[in-house]
T-cell receptor
Framework: GAGVSQSPSNKVTEKGKDVELRCDPI?????LYWYRQSLGQGLEFLIY????????KSGLPSDRFSAERTGGSVSTLTIQRTQQEDSAVYLC?????????????FGPGTRLLVL | AQSVTQPDIHITVSEGASLELRCNYS??????LFWYVQSPGQGLQLLLK??????LVQGIKGFEAEFKRSQSSFNLRKPSVHWSDAAEYFC????????????FGQGTILTVHP
């Protein structure tokens, strides 16, 4: 079946603009994760969704970052008033229940460049 | 807090040579450990994982890794490297939450010479 998909693949924006990044998890996967991959910080956890539970937002770097998951499927990561340090690859992953030993399946990522 | 260290930023090997990528973790209890590979422009693909039992785990593409509690290590090995193995490799751990939030190492870039 189809894997995790993310859109857009690439996004170039100007400093101060808002951006929305989309993630479509694998069908039937109830757990969804966002990570950020940047040159300076490596791969960092951002946020986790599981079913109807409150998300774990502990990795979001500032209040400019937010995410939602509608209908338990598609997720959107929003960055408001983008800064140059937000330039990174944003990766989405999903798995069936979010258990610790479950494999997380990653999408190809969205490469964000803030000018 | 958990941390994962990959001491080697970049490794170069010749095709056919053996490979070992190092990974050290820091966690009070036994963590769940993973190795992922990322090819240019691609997402992360799981190579193998360890959570209990046999400390030598086999993965895809001929990779294996050995968990050594005494050394807090989970090194990745392959007996004979192929040119297609050139990629970036990430060691990761999970634990301390119920859902497997991953903590990644900084990654090791593998270059394979013909």
């Amino acid at each position: 079946g189809a894997g995790v998909s993310q859109s857009p693949s690439n996004k170039v924006t100007e400093k101060g603009k808002d951006v929305e990044l989309r993630c479509d998890p694998i069908s039937g996967h109830t757990a969804l994760y966002w990570y950020r991959q940047s040159l300076g910080q490596g791969l960092e956890f951002l946020i986790y969704f599981q079913g109807n539970s409150a998300p774990d937002k502990s990795g979001l770097p500032s209040d400019r970052f937010s995410a939602e998951r509608t209908g338990g499927s598609v997720s959107t990561l929003t960055i408001q008033r983008t800064q140059q340090e937000d330039s990174a690859v944003y990766l989405c992953a999903s798995n069936t229940r979010g258990g610790q030993v479950e494999t997380q399946y990653f999408g190809p990522g969205t490469r964000l460049l803030v000018l | 807090a958990q941390s994962v260290t990959q001491p080697d930023i970049h490794i170069t090997v010749s095709e056919g040579a053996s490979l070992e990528l190092r990974c050290n973790y820091s966690y009070g209890a036994t963590p769940y450990l993973f190795w992922y590979v990322q090819s240019p422009g691609q997402g992360l693909q799981l190579l193998l994982k360890y959570f209990s039992g046999d400390t030598l785990v086999q993965g895809i593409k001929g990779f294996e890794a050995e968990f050594k509690r005494s050394q807090s290590s989970f090194n990745l090995r392959k007996p004979s490297v192929h040119w297609s193995d050139a990629a970036e490799y990430f060691c990761a751990s999970a634990g301390g939450t119920s859902y497997g939030k991953l903590t990644f190492g900084q990654g090791t870039i593998l270059t394979v010479h013909p």
